[in-house]
């Protein structure tokens, strides 16, 4: 059990500051998901949290108590790896049962627990094989066993699901909510996949260029994107982006089309609109706010992407539910949702109303 | 790779004839010098070529054994391989570590210096070693050849380690110290069982390289109780007559070490010990 406080803590590589002022509360037995492009600093904080990497400044504290320097076999917390890290000379059962081992627990609760966890994650079978001789999904367990062996105070995740297959990988994100439920230990867990962030976060963490643009729940991150960067990146597919002038008497976009909605005082400085093709409608054209020809319709059975193109916009993408009968070339006309749709600044801020 | 395409016979008889032939070629001095080791000595100039001897004798290895020094030789050739091995591994190991996982001021200048030193030819710093060990008053021993062969091949033998070492992910130490060790329990635990076969080729590289040096042996070493081996097999040479027999049987006996010390350790050479640790 552990309430976790980053404050204003900042890394560097030498010369290199690749992260600073981080501040972030995550309390005790909840699902943190840390998201982000590649390269954006998610892994360097969770192994900062770990004590693997050194803090360059600020406080770390667990339970109130500082742990900047602790090493990370006192911090009493689990990480499975993005690689697994299985120890290639132990077989399965030696592997989860390695903590415990270095602890001197005694060999029946070794044993017990080992062969607990092995239960819970369908390894009985496999606990004399060495690592090699294991599938990535079976491997990914034993990672995971070695970890839940400890009944640690938290646990840390960095992208373990990144080297499965896809049907595997949803196999297993239903398996670590299922721990998640089942254990109520603080989980931070790291991931690019916008999908396994909205799935597993009791709240997400968005990161980008060692900066955390937006804390919440994955429902206030879809709902109310902090800025443009957070709207692309959460929800699938994309978020379109549409260039405004904003003109007296209404909002229009930039082929000249009045959205016939007035901007509040804070929203004069709005620069662009954003709308998810969910909140997109193919329509009549007399009940149509902007108009083009389909390019590309993919029919995915549950939904209908349709590509348009927009003469004096561009490309604009609509989703419909179910099946949508409509083919390349045919001419489109669209819809927004103005409920739904946010406004950014010059700066890519989101402006509320 | 032979059974992922359908090679025709006549590339696969290539292939073994290739093979064959390289193999003959490597191994027909070794084959030579059994050869030799086993002839009677009337018989070495008579039957000089002839490829096999119309008499075998092992009269050649009990004069070696019996009525020479070679046993004090290869007794001082043990001791000076296996110390240079020893120690040598035991350093290459720890600063390859170093190198392969720490950063460090002064990293890059270290590597720079230990590859110049490997860049001159031994001849020319003979006479400054020869004067070094006089001045300590080693000449004429064991520990002056362990001293010199270990400084000689731990540049080498530092870089072999690190080469294996790289090759080993930092996730596997890093999730041992999340598990609970300290930096030196994962190495121990985790990292060296993993390095063995490192450990092994860099033993066996370094033990052959000391076992078979002649040059500074020959500078450092004139008293016939200390001689290595290769001085000693120069004893076979005198003034008037080469004793071929003799100093064949001698080198036949002086590659049993090393055999020996390669059947050790070739379970250790062998491949794929880290697989199965990340991914893939
Ligand atoms: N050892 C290192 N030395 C210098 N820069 C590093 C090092 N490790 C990571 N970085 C930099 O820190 C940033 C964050 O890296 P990382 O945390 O691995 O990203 P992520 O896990 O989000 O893909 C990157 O820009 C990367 O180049
Ligand atoms: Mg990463």
Redesign the pocket.
């Known amino acids: 059990m552990a309430r976790i406080e980053l404050n204003n803590i900042a890394k560097a590589?030498?010369p290199?500051e690749?992260m600073r002022d981080i501040n972030l509360t995550i309390d005790d037995g909840e699902f943190i998901v840390l998201v982000?492009p590649?390269?954006?600093?998610?892994?360097?904080?969770l192994r900062m949290i770990a004590g693997l990497e050194p803090i360059s400044g600020g406080d770390f504290t667990v339970d109130g108590k500082r742990m900047n320097e602790v090493p990370p076999r006192d911090r009493d917390m689990a990480m499975v790896f993005q690689s697994y890290a299985l120890y290639p000379h132990m077989d399965v059962a030696r592997n989860m049962g390695f903590s415990l081992e270095i602890r001197k627990a005694a060999n029946e609760e070794r044993v017990s627990k080992v062969q607990e966890a092995a239960r819970t994650l369908g390894l009985s079978k496999l606990t004399e094989r060495l690592p090699k001789q294991l599938s990535g999904g079976q491997r990914q367990r034993v990672a995971m066993g070695r970890a839940i062996v400890r009944d640690p105070s938290a646990f840390l995740f960095d992208e373990p699901l990144s080297n499965l297959d896809a049907a595997l990988r949803v196999e297993m994100r239903l398996e670590i909510a299922r721990l998640h439920q089942r254990l109520k230990a603080t989980m931070i867990y790291?991931t690019?996949d916008q999908v396994e962030a909205l799935t597993l976060a009791d709240r997400i963490v968005v990161?980008n260029a060692?900066d955390i643009q937006q804390v919440g729940t994955p429902l206030d991150l879809y709902e109310t994107p902090a800025n443009k960067f957070v709207a692309q990146f959460i929800g699938s597919p994309t978020m379109n982006i549409l260039e405004i002038e904003p003109k007296q008497g209404g909002l229009s976009l930039k082929n000249g089309a009045n959205l016939g909605v007035g901007l509040t005082n804070a929203q004069a400085g709005a620069r662009e609109l954003g709308v998810r093709p969910e909140h997109l409608n193919i329509v009549s054209p007399e009940e149509a706010h902007i108009s083009g020809t389909a390019e590309l319709v993919e029919h995915l059975g549950s939904d209908t992407n349709i590509h348009a193109n927009v003469p004096g916009i561009g490309q604009v993408l609509v989703r419909e539910h179910g099946h949508f009968a409509l083919k390349s070339g045919d001419p489109v006309g669209i819809a927004l949702d103005l409920e739904k749709t946010h406004l950014f600044d010059a700066d890519g801020r989101r402006l509320a109303a | 790779m032979s059974t992922l395409r359908n090679s025709s016979p006549l590339a696969v008889t290539g292939k073994y004839l290739a093979l064959g032939f390289y193999v003959a070629f490597a191994l027909f001095p070794l084959y030579w010098l059994v050869k030799i080791a086993i002839t009677p000595d009337k018989l070495i100039f008579t039957e000089g070529t002839a490829l096999f001897p119309s008499e075998f004798t092992f009269e050649n290895f009990q004069t070696v054994l019996i009525a020479t020094d070679f046993l004090s030789y290869f007794k001082n050739s043990v001791i000076v391989s296996v110390g240079t091995a020893a120690i040598t591994t035991a350093i290459a190991a720890a600063a390859g570590y170093a190198f392969s996982r720490f950063v460090f001021r002064g990293k890059r200048l270290i590597i720079a210096l230990m590859l110049i030193t490997q860049m001159f030819p031994l001849l020319m710093i003979i006479a400054p070693i020869y004067k070094i060990v006089a001045a300590v008053g080693l000449l004429n021993s064991l520990t002056s050849l362990i001293i010199v062969y270990t400084a000689f091949n731990i540049p080498f033998a530092t870089f072999l380690m690190q080469s294996f070492f790289d090759g080993i992910p930092k996730d596997l130490e890093e999730a041992g110290m999340i598990d609970g060790c300290t930096r030196f329990e994962a190495l121990r635990k985790i990292i060296l069982p993993l390095t063995l076969p490192g450990l092994g080729a860099t033993l066996g590289f370094v033990f052959t390289a000391a076992w078979s040096e002649l040059l500074f042996a020959l500078m450092l070493i004139n008293s016939n109780d200390t001689m290595t081996f290769p001085v000693g097999l120069l004893t076979f040479v005198s003034k008037f007559s080469v004793d071929w027999g003799q100093m064949m049987a001698a080198g036949v006996l002086a590659l049993v070490p090393s055999c020996l010390f390669f059947i050790f350790i070739q379970r250790y050479l062998v491949q794929g010990l880290t697989s199965g640790a990340v991914k893939g």
């Open positions: 590589y030498g290199v690749v982000g590649s390269g954006c600093g998610k892994s360097t904080l790291v690019h990161l060692g």
